[in-house]
């Protein structure tokens, strides 16, 4: 079994500190960063590929990104005692090249996942050619959709960005929506999958586990049903970890 992830990637860095005060010159926290409890994790598509490779020994899974992803990095400052993300700073997402998909044979994978946050390395016409020439795609993306992604197997999107583009979907590309709807679960056609209630105490990169869980189950068992409860299942261990974090 071997499954390709495309997408852009990134260093996720979480420095972690004690916020007791505010600051005097304006009403913002006053974070102290201990230096010790600094965490840099590959993030973004590389996290994709990163939950597959911990779900599956047997699965061979590659990955297509940016050759800069070490140089782009989203770190977040965060309240030890409470897990509040007090502030996060984006660097040299602007740097990300365009990918080269024009060579990649798609009839090695059984499975391609497309982790798209939409930052230029992959454009509509990218992501139509790929569902073109591959049958099973799987489309997570920050995107609003169109026709490009009227051939993509299914569509993975969270509850914000799907009210946030309903209006403007059409009944074929609605059908293949896989809602997540945190701590509810996630919703296929029309029909609720629930999760138990757990402590979450981080809820960023649980969408690229869901996504990575339901692929990879899928490329097993050809079973979306099956696989959505499979994603949920993976999801809601990894939201009662700190940071961005790996089955």
Known sequence: MRILVIGESC????????C??????????????????????PGMAMNVYRNIQSLSKDCEVE?????????????????????YIVLRVDENEDSIPRCNIEEVDFSRYDVVVISDYNKGFLLDEDIEHIAQNHAVTFLDTKKIFGTWCENIKFIKINEFEYNRTKHMLNEDISSRMIITLGPRGSKYMDK?????????????????????????????TGHIQESIRYANYCATLVVQKKGVSVI
């Open 11 to 18: 260093r996720d860095i979480y420095r972690y500190g004690e």
């Open 20 to 41: 007791g005060r505010l600051c005097p010159e304006a009403p913002v926290p006053v974070v102290k960063i201990e230096e010790d409890k600094t965490s840099i994790n």
């Open 63 to 83: 990955i297509l990104t940016n050759d800069n992803w070490q140089e782009v990095n989203k770190t977040r400052y965060v309240d030890q005692r409470t897990n």
């Open 192 to 220: 609720i999958y629930p999760v138990p209630k757990v402590e979450i105490k981080d809820t960023s990169g649980a969408g690229d586990t869901f996504i990575a869980a339901l692929c990879l189950k899928y490329a097993e």
